[in-house]
């Protein structure tokens, strides 16, 4: 009795105590993400909001607009004057011998020289002055470079304006300054780089945002216009993320032309990392705050980049990360539009929503996670604090093991105390384990006497009717040991599911002259992005469903259903001498079970099959969660063959169609190389 009610007492308080602890130390680990995630939001949004009045600002300016009208005259002049072959020669070496090099080896690209050279005689009048007689990544000559004494009306401009603009890059930090003429013709760069005289709506820069973003910005024609860009990989900086911000030029009448800022991507960095004060700032070891696009991609540094590459790329690789992203990220020290963090957090705060939730990170599979919108004019850009959860609870931690040793200490000083007692209520329970022992050893009919009315005889009874309980059971389970055989006979051959209940871990038969077919669905992720995740299950039971049938009816057995997929085999199972004919009729079928689905649907869902014999192995995988499989080289070769065009069809193999080629006509489709030896692949017309 003393046990039972100081056990219980300890255990009630222990438990009130732990309950109201941990929920207010878990409270408080939130509430301090959050407030770091409120205060770098609005700190990334007041930077983004001094950029663009700035930018206003600056291109309301007096001396831009004067700058702008000289720049654009002395540009148009320059267009007047005949392209010198020693001018477009020096320019074309320049790209490359110097600049594609250098921009291959950072993007890890081909690119060709010639489409980087200036479309308009005056931007290869200027790139031959001002860029290509300087090393390209010489950027304090280009700023410098304010005159190449040519006369030029241009180079008046230069010297008399360039400054204002080569200011507002020393002062404001801005990477670059451009000034863009009506026609979008770059006239002028504050660094003098690859893009001054180009025009952005010729290749390469046609498709930019940059491009996107000026004509938008001319479309509106308002003096009070400015536009914000998301980031996007820009040429002339050796392909390295870039953001704008793009405000007119001129007055509310006429307007000019267009001042496009550039944005370091470090100005944004300083203000998530917080200059890099991680801890200082609260967020421990391992907290970050970043910023993520709609693209589901980092927009700011990673913390473990900065502080440990290798690490980081052990942690995002254990994460889910590809290791090519990751070996990309290391190389060129930046994350920006490079690593993925689809993940709960942005998800939800690319949704609209703000909150905290517990759930993985592309560090860390374990996270605390704060997420929100980022409001910032013209970007859709979501902002994420988190931290480890071994870290962001580890006061959590600590309290349970407090807690958890005062209890047991109180509960083993109750329980030596209680030893004493224990004696006196021994014999009649040394009965009861006998006839428990008897029970183990599988004497379900035993009974124990039930003695006095007491606690102990109550216990002799209930002991009695446990073993009853228990004969009852192991009927049941009986029965249910009958069940489990005829539904592990469903998963995988009775030949198999002998040796497997025999306790073989590694299970595998190997089978010749088999056909395999390996069938994927085209065009049904375009179907089902508009249905409930219950409505796409609904849909794609339908297909399977569909295949089962027509697997049946052509003596084909199932191996194993994908989302998006099928594969079964013919003569695995069941040996046949026309395994061939029946795999290519069964994927016939199967085309034939997706356009009955479009006709009732209205939808344009196409299949894609690749058919092979020959050799495979099966047996099961995995041991937590068995799964009768396929594989061999007829299974490769059929999973090749099917995307040999990337259309849909019924795609064969050469030995398919050798088998075939009397009964069945097939069209050549094209070509792929099996251990170095190309093979024709053939398809149903």
């Known amino acids: ?215 938008e910005v001319m479309r509106n024609g308002s003096v009070d216009e400015v536009i914000t860009t998301d980031f996007e990989r820009y040429l002339p ?30 100005q944004i960095n300083t203000v998530t990392t917080g200059g890099g004060q991680w801890a200082a700032q609260g967020l421990g070891n391992t907290g970050e705050v970043y910023l993520a696009g709609k693209d589901k991609l980092m927009r ?123 004696q006196v209520f021994a014999r009649p329970v040394r009965r009861l384990v006998d006839a428990v022992r008897k029970v183990a050893g599988g004497d379900l009919a035993v009974q124990v006497p039930e003695g006095s009315r007491d606690e102990f005889g109550d216990l002799g009874t209930a002991f009695n009717d446990m073993a009853a309980s228990l004969r009852v059971k192991q009927e049941l389970i009986d029965a249910q040991r009958d069940e489990n055989q005829k539904l592990l006979l469903t998963l995988m051959p009775s030949t198999v599911a002998e040796r497997y209940k025999k306790g073989e871990e590694t299970i595998s038969e190997e089978h010749d002259d088999v056909s395999v077919v390996y069938a994927e669905l085209v065009g049904f992720d375009e179907f089902s992005s508009s249905l409930s995740s219950e409505q796409e299950i609904v849909q794609l039971n339908l297909l399977m469903r569909g295949f089962d049938e027509a697997a049946q009816k052509a003596g084909v057995e199932k191996v194993r259903t994908l989302r998006g997929g099928y594969l079964a085999s013919s003569g695995l199972i069941v040996p046949r001498v026309d395994n061939v004919r029946r795999a290519v009729e069964f994927a016939s079928e199967m085309r034939e079970v997706v356009q009955r689905f479009n006709a009732q649907h209205g939808s344009q869902i196409d299949l894609r099959a690749g058919v092979d014999t020959g050799t495979v192995t099966s047996g099961l995988v995995a041991r937590t969660t068995l799964a009768y499989d396929l594989w061999g080289d007829a299974v490769s070769l059929a999973y090749r063959v099917r995307s040999v065009t990337g259309d849909p069809g019924v795609y064969v193999s050469q030995a398919v169609r050798d088998r075939l080629q009397d009964s069945v006509s097939f069209v050549e489709a094209g070509a792929l190389d099996l251990q170095g030896t190309p093979q024709i692949v053939w398809r149903l017309p």
Do not use: C
Not at 37 to 65: C, G, K
Not at 237 to 256: E, F, M, Q, R, Y
């Open 1 to 215: 009795m003393l046990l039972l009610v100081s056990l219980l007492s300890s255990a009630i308080v222990g438990v009130i105590g732990f309950v109201n602890g941990r929920d207010s130390l878990r409270t408080a680990a939130f509430e301090q993400l959050t407030s770091i995630r409120d205060l770098r939001a609005e700190a990334i949004e007041r930077e983004f909001q001094r950029l663009q009045q700035s930018v206003r600002l600056d291109s309301r300016n007096a001396s831009a607009v004067q700058a702008t009208e000289a720049f654009v005259e002395g540009f148009a002049e320059l267009n007047t004057i005949p392209t010198l072959d020693a001018d477009r020669s020096s320019v074309g070496d320049f790209y490359e011998s110097s600049f594609v090099p250098a921009l291959e080896d950072r993007s890890g690209l081909d690119y060709e020289p010639e489409a980087f050279v200036p479309a308009t005689a005056a931007g290869v009048y200027l790139q031959a002055r001002y860029v290509a007689n300087r090393p390209y990544d010489d950027f304090d000559a280009g700023l410098a470079l304010d005159d190449a004494g040519d006369g030029s009306a241009w180079s008046t401009a230069n010297a008399e304006y360039g400054s204002y603009f080569t200011g507002l890059v020393d002062e404001l930090g801005y990477e670059d300054v451009l000034v863009l003429d009506k026609s979008a013709n770059v006239v002028f760069s504050a660094y003098k780089s690859v893009d001054l005289g180009v025009n952005l709506r010729e290749e390469p820069y046609s498709e930019t945002i940059l491009t996107s973003a000026f004509d």
């Open 300 to 422: 700011s540094v990673s913390r473990l980049l900065v502080e440990d590459p290798e690490a980081y790329v052990d942690a995002v690789v254990k994460n889910g990360t590809s290791p090519d992203v990751a070996e990309r990220v290391t190389q060129v020290q930046g994350t920006v539009q490079l690593q993925p963090v689809d993940f709960t957090g942005v998800q939800r705060a690319i949704a609209g929503e703000t909150g905290t939730v517990v759930a993985a990170d592309y560090t860390n599979s374990d996270s605390l996670v704060a997420y929100a919108p980022v409001e910032i004019a013209g970007l859709d850009w979501v902002i994420v604090a988190h931290m480890d959860a071994d870290e962001a609870f580890r006061p959590v931690s600590e309290f349970t093991r407090n807690l958890v040793l005062s209890t047991l200490a109180i509960l083993l000083f109750v329980s030596v105390a209680s030893l004493l007692l224990a």
């Open 237 to 266: 900086s050796l392909n390295v993320p870039t953001a704008w911000v793009i405000s007119p030029v001129g007055s509310a009448t006429d307007i000019i032309g267009a001042i496009a800022v550039q944005i370091p991507v470090e």
